[in-house]
């Protein structure tokens, strides 16, 4: 192993075992990254240039997709409603599209649909845009 694979090893994220490039690596602006495992946000260079604040609201986005999920229990509705209340209140979101949608052509649900769908976002924080999906399974 050389050297620099040792330290690259041995500074490692043991939240996400590595994934990240470590949590003490930096970017081109010099501050440091964050593990997309603690912070729900994916690593990009572009987030080096959002707030706090921003990258807090930002981290909305993948929580309402899990709230989607969590209520696919009930019907495509509830999906809906839960993942809009996770991001309520967030002024920095600016939603773009919530859907559930089929995973074979993209067509939005029908309301009694049953089986495998897709939930999308598309939202803009901080002057970017962020899409994201989560497969759910509506019951």
């Not at 993948?62 to 209340?85: F, H, K, W």
Request: negative net charge; proline residues 5%.
């Amino acid at each position: 192993m050389s050297p620099s694979t040792a330290s690259a090893t041995a500074s490692a994220c043991s939240s996400c075992a590595g994934w990240c490039a470590s949590s003490s690596s930096t970017s081109r602006s010099s501050r440091p990254r964050r593990c997309a495992v603690t912070t729900g946000v994916p690593i990009s260079t572009r987030l080096d240039t959002l707030d706090a604040a921003d990258r807090a609201a930002a981290a909305l986005l993948p929580r309402a997709l899990e709230a989607a999920a969590s209520n696919a229990d009930r019907d495509v509705d509830a999906c809906i409603a839960a993942a809009q209340s996770a991001l309520m209140g967030e002024s920095r979101i600016r939603l773009e599209y919530l859907n559930v949608v089929d995973p074979a052509t993209f067509l939005p649900v029908d309301e009694g649909h049953q089986g495998p769908a897709l939930a999308l976002i598309a939202a803009s924080v901080g002057g970017h845009r962020f899409v994201d999906n989560a497969e759910i399974f509506v019951r």
